[in-house]
C-alpha cells in the first residue's frame, strides 16, 4: 500500500492557462474524491467518482473545471482558463465505499495562479 | 446543511500540557465523526473515529467522545508533545462519505 499519491506536488502557472492534476488512488479504493483547500480553510468537497462514474459535483465546480476516471483508477482533474481564485491547494482521498471507511488523502497539488 | 463548528486557533501550549480542541455538529441523524490531522506540508491523516454516540474514539494518545447530548465531538490529549503541533480538522459525512470539515485549529506546542 502505497498510498494516494497526486502529482505535481506544486504547480504555478499564469492566469488564463489550462492546468491538469492527477491522482493516483490505493488500488483497492473504488471511490475517488477531489477536494480544494485554500489557506486556514479546512478542505472543501469538489466532486467524488464511484469506480468509474462521477456521482456528484459540487457547486463549487464551475464550469471551467472538468475531471475523468477513465478506467476507474487514477482520475484526472483539469482547470482551464485559470483564474487567481483557482489559487488553493487540491486534494485527493480514496476510500472503500461504506458510510464509516475513512478517507486516505493524498499529500495534495498547490496551485498558484499568477 | 450539516457542518462542524470548531474552536478557532492557534492554540499554543507548552510541551506535556493537556490539550482540548473544542467541536460541535450539526447534522440530521446520528453520522459518524471523524477527527483528521495535517502536518506541515502534508496532506490529511485520519486521527481517531466515532461511529455512534457515546463512542469513545483514540488513536496517539489522542481521545474523542461522541456526545449526542451535546452535539459535540471535543480532542483530548493528555499530555502534547512538539511532534503534535499540526492543524487538526472535525468532520462528519454528509452522504456517500462526502465529508464536511471544520475550519480546522493550528497547534502549537513549545519544549
Known amino acids: 500500500d502505497t498510498g494516494v499519491s497526486q502529482d505535481p506536488r506544486h504547480k504555478i502557472t499564469k492566469r488564463g492557462q489550462n492546468v491538469t492534476f492527477r491522482c493516483d488512488p490505493i488500488?483497492?479504493?473504488?471511490?475517488l474524491y477531489w477536494y480544494r483547500q485554500t489557506l486556514g480553510q479546512g478542505p472543501e468537497f469538489l466532486t467524488y467518482f464511484q469506480n468509474e462514474a462521477q456521482l456528484e459535483k459540487s457547486r463549487l465546480l464551475s464550469d471551467r473545471f472538468s475531471a475523468e476516471r477513465p478506467k476507474g483508477s487514477f482520475s484526472t482533474l483539469e482547470i482551464q482558463r485559470t483564474e487567481q481564485g483557482d489559487s488553493a491547494m487540491y486534494l485527493c482521498?480514496?476510500?472503500?465505499?461504506?458510510?464509516?471507511?475513512?478517507?486516505?488523502f493524498g499529500n495534495g497539488t498547490r496551485l498558484t495562479v499568477t | 446543511g450539516d457542518s462542524v463548528t470548531q474552536m478557532e486557533g492557534p492554540v499554543t501550549l507548552s510541551e506535556e500540557a493537556f490539550l482540548t480542541i473544542n467541536c460541535t455538529y450539526t447534522?440530521?441523524?446520528?453520522?459518524?465523526l471523524f477527527w483528521y490531522v495535517q502536518y506541515p506540508g502534508e496532506g490529511l491523516q485520519l486521527l481517531l473515529k466515532?461511529?455512534?454516540?457515546?463512542d469513545k474514539g483514540s488513536n496517539k494518545g489522542f481521545e474523542a467522545t461522541y456526545r449526542k447530548e451535546t452535539t459535540s465531538f471535543h480532542l483530548e490529549k493528555g499530555s502534547v508533545q512538539v511532534s503534535d503541533s499540526a492543524v487538526y480538522f472535525c468532520?462528519?459525512?454528509?452522504?456517500?462519505?462526502?465529508?464536511?470539515f471544520g475550519t480546522g485549529t493550528r497547534l502549537l506546542v513549545s519544549p
Open positions: 482521498a480514496s476510500s472503500f465505499a461504506g458510510d464509516n471507511s475513512p478517507l486516505h
Open positions: 466515532a461511529t455512534k454516540a457515546d
Open positions: 468532520a462528519l459525512p454528509t452522504g456517500f462519505q462526502k465529508l464536511v
Open positions: 488500488s483497492e479504493h473504488n471511490r
Open positions: 447534522a440530521t441523524g446520528y453520522p459518524s
